[in-house]
């Protein structure tokens, strides 16, 4: 049996108190209103130097005074013949906005026209700057929301990254694996709190707490007709019962697989081995729809206008490496603690193949999705590409070489396999990289360029990672690290590679 250390177990708090501290900060310093909205936007032009929020202002200010008429006095002076000096010399004035065609053809504007003409123009400017400030308001209070949300999904899609490849074990009747059946298990022990807390913040999505899903906000589907296309699916009730359905029935295979799994080490027979063959092959049916609805519906909907067919297998590539990934660091770090004492060289091996393998898949799937779009240069797609380019250009481009490069320089190598601290170092990178892969997935839809990793984000990570350390371990003091009576635990126990 598996004893969770007291030094493991504080640490663990530790992460969950500073990302408390981190998340409480984050919500505290945003911004409450317009106002306050402008005193960041004016001190960070004040310390030398533009955030995105300052740059988007100020970038649509220059472009404002671009695009806006410019209403100039014209004194009319007369010839000694009474007619006015400006209409003879119209046809050499230069063109260069609306207002100056106006003048072209009635050269001759009274005051009061002149006048009322700037008050138009200087109300259209302040509404649209208004405008703008509201919109940025959204954004900047959108930044902690998106920061746990990002936190939260992506510790939640790890455990079901696990989760499927437990069930994939279960159906292909591995020989190879079962020695590692109660650290899946245990990792999969989060599935439950991951949900409800998900599910938590779906919730407070649908009561406007948050602008993240712009579908949801009425005033915004009022003025958009691609979204009230798309009502009939993206609503409130449709979409949150979707998901209720989606984390039951993922939290009643966990809750099922592992109780025949416990039950079969007291059976006689192979009759719970036997069950858990035949539920997992009908998880693995209901996972693969679930899972790219899901997709869908808590990722890809934050931008409603876009849509990728292939965007379900890309998610499940990202979490999917990266459940693996976690496995293969949770059994490390047993290992190193005197634990799984039948885990050899060849398991190790073996996982470190997958996570080669399947970060190779996230590139293909990665490469076909972005040459098919930005090849075809649709606005309405290439749009999602070109944003994350522009105002996530390190972070774009960095979830590349380490979800890529990295791995396919490192795990390549056979020997590198079976090295504990190059696969510790690979899985951190992995990690790293698909947290990243999920922030560009969703921070540009909900806060646009106003994004910088701060007390929010960090703060986010650090709980949840204290969160799923918890439960995980605890977890595993339930029960027994072998399970004893599965048919193929000799085989697992003597694999070699």
Not at 3 to 24: A, N, P, Q, W
Not at 306 to 314: I, M
Not at 398 to 409: E, H, K, R
Request: one cysteine or more.
């Amino acid at each position: 049996m598996y004893t969770f250390s007291s030094k493991l177990k504080t640490f663990s708090f530790i992460l969950i108190v500073l990302g408390l501290l981190g998340i409480g900060y984050g919500f505290l310093t945003a911004p409450k209103n317009i106002e306050e909205v402008e005193k960041i936007l004016a001190a960070n032009e004040h310390g030398g130097h533009h955030s995105g929020a300052a740059n988007h202002v100020a970038n649509h200010e220059t472009h404002h005074e671009v695009t806006q008429p410019k209403v100039e006095k014209h004194e009319s002076k007369l010839t000694e013949k009474g007619q006015p000096e400006t209409a003879g010399k119209a046809k050499d004035t230069t063109i260069t906005d609306s207002t100056e065609v106006l003048d072209v053809a009635a050269p001759v504007m009274s005051d009061k026209e002149i006048a009322k003409s700037k008050e138009d123009a200087a109300k259209v400017a302040h509404e649209e700057h208004q405008e703008h400030l509201e919109h940025v308001l959204h954004q900047l209070q959108n930044k902690p929301w998106a920061a746990l949300y990002v936190a939260c999904i992506f510790f939640l899609l790890i455990t079901m990254g696990v989760l499927a490849f437990y069930a994939i074990q279960q159906v292909a009747q591995s020989g190879w694996s079962p020695v590692l059946f109660r650290v899946m298990q245990g990792i999969t022990a989060y599935l439950p709190v991951g949900s409800v807390i998900f599910f938590v913040l779906l919730l407070l999505a649908g009561f406007h707490f948050n602008h993240l899903f712009p579908w949801l906000d009425p005033e915004v589907v009022a003025h958009d007709k691609i979204i009230q296309n798309k009502a009939g699916y993206l609503n409130f009730p449709f979409w949150i019962v979707r998901a209720l359905v989606f984390l039951l029935g993922w939290n009643l295979y966990r809750y099922f697989s592992r109780k025949n799994c416990l039950a079969q080490d007291e059976s006689n027979d192979n009759s719970f081995y036997k069950k858990n063959f035949n539920i997992s092959a009908m998880f693995l049916v209901f996972f693969i729809v679930t899972e790219s609805i899901m997709s869908w519906d808590w990722i890809m909907s934050l931008d409603p206008h876009w849509f990728s067919t292939l965007f379900g297998w890309y998610v499940f590539a990202s979490f999917f490496v990266s459940g693996i990934t976690t496995i293969c660091m949770v059994t490390i770090y047993m290992k190193s603690k005197g634990y799984l004492e039948h885990v050899n060289s060849s398991h190790i091996h073996d996982l470190a193949k997958f996570m080669f393998g399947i970060s190779v898949f996230w590139t293909y799937l990665w490469f076909s999705q972005f040459m098919l779009i930005w090849y075809a240069n649709i606005p309405e797609e290439v749009t999602y590409f070109v944003t994350r380019i522009e105002d996530y250009n390190l972070p774009f481009f960095g979830a590349i070489v380490m979800n890529f490069v990295f791995p396919i320089l490192i795990l390549i190598n056979t020997d590198f396999k079976r090295i504990t601290w190059v696969l510790v170092m690979a899985g951190v990178v992995i990690l790293i990289g698909h947290y990243i892969d999920f922030f560009n997935m969703i921070m540009p839809a909900t806060v646009g360029d106003q994004w910088f990793i701060g007390a929010a984000e960090l703060g986010s990570v650090s709980f949840f990672l204290g969160l799923f350390m918890l439960v995980v371990f605890t977890a595993m003091t339930k029960a027994p690290l072998l399970p004893k009576r599965n048919p193929y635990i000799e085989e697992s126990k003597h694999f070699h590679y």
